[in-house]
């Protein structure tokens, strides 16, 4: 018995790092996944990696409500209503100051973060089961200050005031709706903020940094936070809705 026997999840941003790794969890846990990415290859190449018969993969831009609704459809044709929605996708702009932080960048990651989770839900809701889950990666910094990132933070924050809106709206239904906020996660995408805040810093090595300020003393593994979607998505969380979730090793404190 698995903890998604049955269920229908559709994963954004699931080429990437935690959306790859949440997907990997969520079949394994008996789970039926809809991949949603960018590009066809990369899609591929993560349905390969994951080895299942039960992931299928859709291309889409999740700023673009055509795409949205098309990755919804298709889910729903092809395993049925959705039960989970990660909505995962996400982009980031250059570390710099406010004062020279670049405006197309800062309409760039607002674009992917807010208005991505925002078309997710829109879109996504209806054709959600009663009891589903729907679960928006945030981040440490959706909850706290990050000196160079302000298209990011605010981005992050953002997603949580769509959350907490949708939860409420969703509750009637037993539709649960949380944000999942990591700290630094041992992959790409942080490499570069590190090197970015490193830079920022006076130019000192930005993952150290990073790693002398978090209890645990140490950057997330991308299977960790996806244990952390794991519990959102399953019904050991079946109680929690509207919540801020943290998997930060304890960094906001
Ligand atoms: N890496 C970290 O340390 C960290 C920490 C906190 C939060 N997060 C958040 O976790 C989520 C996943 O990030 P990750 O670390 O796996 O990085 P990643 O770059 O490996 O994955 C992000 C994925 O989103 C996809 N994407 C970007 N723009 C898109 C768009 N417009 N439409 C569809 N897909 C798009 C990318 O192609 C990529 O595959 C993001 O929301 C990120 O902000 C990451």
């Known amino acids: 018995m698995g903890l998604l026997d049955n269920k229908v999840c559709v994963v954004t941003g699931g080429a990437g790092s935690l959306g790859l790794a949440s997907a990997g969890l969520f079949v394994r846990e008996g789970a039926r996944v809809m991949l949603v990415d ?17 992931v299928e993969t859709c291309a889409a831009d999740v700023r673009n409500a055509d795409a949205v609704k098309n990755y919804i459809d ?10 989970v929605l990660f909505s995962n996708a996400g982009n980031q702009g250059p570390v710099t ?4 932080y670049p405006e197309d960048s800062f309409d760039a990651v607002i674009a992917v973060h807010v208005r991505g989770a925002f078309l997710a839900c ?14 928006i990666t945030s981040s440490v910094v959706g909850a706290m200050g990050g000196p160079g990132s302000v298209a990011y933070v605010a981005a992050k924050h953002a997603q949580v005031g769509i959350m907490r809106t949708v939860a ?5 239904r037993g539709i649960r ?10 992959n790409e995408f942080q490499a570069k903020i590190d090197a970015g805040i490193g830079k920022l810093a006076g130019g000192v090595d930005g993952r150290k940094l990073l790693d002398s ?27 929690v809705t509207g919540s801020m ?6 960094l906001r404190g």
């Open 38 to 54: 960018l590009k066809d290859d990369d899609l591929a190449r993560a349905k390969s990696a994951l080895g299942s018969p039960h």
């Open 74 to 83: 298709r889910t729903v044709q092809t395993f049925g209503k959705i039960d």
């Open 97 to 100: 100051p406010v004062t020279e």
């Open 122 to 135: 829109k879109y996504g809701l209806p054709q959600m089961n009663d009891g589903g889950s729907i679960i």
């Open 168 to 172: 409420k709206e969703a509750a009637r």
């Open 177 to 186: 709706v949380n944000t999942l906020h990591p700290g630094p996660i041992d």
């Open 213 to 239: 300020a978090i209890p645990l003393g140490r950057h997330a593994r991308p299977e960790e936070i996806a244990g952390s979607a794991l519990y959102l998505a399953s019904g050991l969380s079946n109680f």
């Open 245 to 250: 979730v943290m998997a930060d090793g304890g």
